[in-house]
């Protein structure tokens, strides 16, 4: 497996809390990406990273936001937890015009 | 801007019957495009990719798909489906010399013995 890790695994938080997730990789990959996970919608992106301070949005990017001091760690950050934000957030990098791969998944609940 | 449509939500077979799932993207340009594996409880794996050249592109435990440019289409198949093939099936496009990579919203595949 790439070496891919998401923190935490899991996580209950109340509404109006801020959560950060963490993705580290130790593959020295340029471009890292965060999904969420939903039934019915399938993976969605929210946004992603080509290099170190270079961010953009991607599809759900609202009260999400991104930073990416290190090559290696791509932080999420929920600034105001709301419930519609409950999901399974998975994290993925790339190298160049290659396959992606991902993390093991983070499951938030926001009650 | 890139999007991908998966029109098998749900799809439930017997063990030895054959697969075929749809794959429909939308971008002008050059793309990768790859189809993911999700068994339950887990991250998503490989199943295949195409970037050039054949456009029916084997992958890992049977399964293949063919690129058809002039749909826009890249179907995944499998000639006889296993029980342990039960899982959620993602398409995904990734526009050449873009950084985005699109999924779609997954087929759930049931195989019963």
């Known amino acids: 497996d790439a070496g891919i890790t998401q923190s935490p695994r899991h996580k209950v938080t109340e509404t109006g809390t801020p959560v950060t997730l963490r993705c580290h990789q130790t593959e020295n990959h340029r471009y890292m990406y965060w999904y969420r996970q939903d039934p019915g919608h399938g993976l969605r992106l929210i946004h992603y990273?080509?290099?170190?301070?270079?961010?953009d949005k991607g599809e759900v990017s609202d009260g999400y936001s991104v930073s990416r001091s290190k090559t290696e760690d791509f932080l999420l950050t929920l600034e105001s937890a709301t419930s519609s934000q409950t999901s399974v957030y998975f994290c993925?990098?790339?190298?160049?015009?290659?396959?992606?791969?991902f993390g093991q998944g983070t499951r938030l609940t926001v009650v | 801007a890139q999007s991908v449509s998966q029109h098998n939500h749900h799809v439930i077979l017997s063990e030895a019957a054959s697969l075929e799932l749809g794959c429909n993207y939308s971008?002008?340009?050059?793309?990768?495009l790859f189809w993911y594996v999700q068994y339950p409880g887990q991250h998503l794996q490989l199943l295949l990719k195409y970037f050039s050249g054949d456009p029916l592109v084997k992958g890992i435990k049977g399964f293949e798909a063919e690129f058809i440019k002039s749909k826009f289409s890249f179907n995944l198949r499998k000639p006889s489906v296993q029980w342990s093939d039960t899982a959620e099936y993602f398409c995904a496009v990734n526009a050449r010399f873009t950084d985005k990579l699109i999924f779609g919203t997954g087929t759930r595949l049931q195989v019963f013995p």
């Open positions: 990273s080509y290099g170190v301070k270079d961010t």
């Open positions: 971008y002008g340009g050059t793309v990768n």
């Open positions: 993925a990098i790339k190298e160049g015009q290659t396959e992606a791969f």
